[in-house]
């Protein structure tokens, strides 16, 4: 009973460590895409605002 409860833990200590990984790992590639989504924007702005003023 002792070695199920060991191998129990273990895996249930690894599956959280790998999902919490993917998750993490998702999460900042979404921030990541959103951080340079908007400063591609912000530069396109800009660059239409520079363009309406010449």
Known sequence: MGTLLCLYNCYTH???KYFTGIK???????AN??????SNTMKNTL???VLSIE
């Open 14 to 16: 690894l599956k959280n």
């Open 24 to 30: 993490k790992g998702y999460l900042s590639q979404t």
């Open 33 to 38: 895409l959103f951080v340079n989504l908007k």
């Open 47 to 49: 660059q239409i605002y």
